[in-house]
């Protein structure tokens, strides 16, 4: 009757899975020889590692990544693509996070680029950072909208808030100067106090060129390139370069 009535409480505080533990030591003689200190360390272990496990669920959920299976172990160094493993390994241990710093993937269609952001996004949930993964005709079309219903600046604080924000598609489509300014709304407000990583199939210096006023461009730029690691997927020759879509699509594992 008091083992049923502790279960009652434990699960009215919402601590189920302590409830569960305890149940379990009950029921299996095997527990009954651990002192009171190892018991009740066994039952604190089991809601944590539950508490632990799912705020790192809810992380990756609310990230919306686009490939939630990128891993940093499978990224594929070879098909000529000229990665740093060694700097790529640097980078996964989410220092540049803490240090406000940002990454710029540079590569053609089909390099990878979104595979080595999501697994840079899937390192930084695992170290429990607040990650969000979105395209940039997404995110522009977001800021549109809430400029439309007066929400900008709730909409804003709401990305502050992400300590990893993963835009790709970066420099896509060209820029209006409307789309520019409310875009550095957002850059100036995380600037050295966030960390960002832009994928883009354009080079650093055709990026000037898809913003059409240059005044907005060279704000924008300034807040990125000075404190980004850049990573470029390419190979020495054009002829060596194989699309991860072509390495990974169906025709190739056949």
């Given amino acids: 009757m008091i083992n049923q009535e502790t279960v009652n409480k434990l699960i009215e505080m919402r601590l189920t899975t302590m409830a569960e533990e305890f149940k379990n030591q009950i029921s299996r003689p095997s527990y009954h020889s651990l002192c009171f200190e190892e018991r009740f360390g066994l039952l604190v272990d089991a809601e944590y590692t539950y508490r632990i496990n799912n705020k790192l669920y809810r992380l990756i959920k609310k990230a919306t990544l686009d490939q939630p299976h990128a891993s940093i172990e499978d990224i594929n160094y070879k098909a000529g693509r000229k990665l740093n493993k060694s700097e790529i390994l640097r980078l996964s241990t989410c220092d540049y996070i803490e240090g406000h710093h940002n990454i710029i993937i540079l590569g053609a269609t089909g390099a990878g680029k979104s595979y080595l952001s999501c697994a840079f996004g899937m390192e930084a949930c695992k170290k429990y950072y607040a990650t969000k993964y979105i395209r940039l005709p997404e995110l522009l079309m977001e800021l549109n909208v809430a400029l439309a219903e007066n929400t900008l600046?709730?909409?804003?604080?709401?990305?502050?808030?992400?300590?990893?924000?993963?835009?790709?598609?970066?420099?896509?489509?060209?820029?209006?100067?409307?789309?520019?300014?409310?875009?550095?709304?957002?850059?100036?407000?995380?600037?050295?106090?966030?960390?960002?990583?832009?994928?883009?199939?354009?080079?650093?210096?055709?990026?000037?060129?898809?913003?059409?006023e240059p005044t907005m461009a060279d704000a924008i730029l300034d807040r990125i390139v000075y404190d980004s690691y850049v990573i470029e997927i390419n190979s020495d020759s054009t002829s060596k370069d194989c699309s991860m879509r072509e390495e990974y699509g169906i025709k190739r594992r056949k």
């Fill in 153 to 212: 600046k709730k909409l804003i604080q709401a990305y502050n808030s992400v300590r990893l924000l993963i835009i790709d598609d970066w420099m896509l489509s060209k820029l209006n100067e409307s789309d520019a300014k409310l875009l550095l709304e957002i850059i100036h407000a995380r600037h050295k106090k966030a960390s960002t990583i832009f994928c883009s199939q354009f080079d650093l210096k055709g990026w000037h060129q898809r913003i059409s």
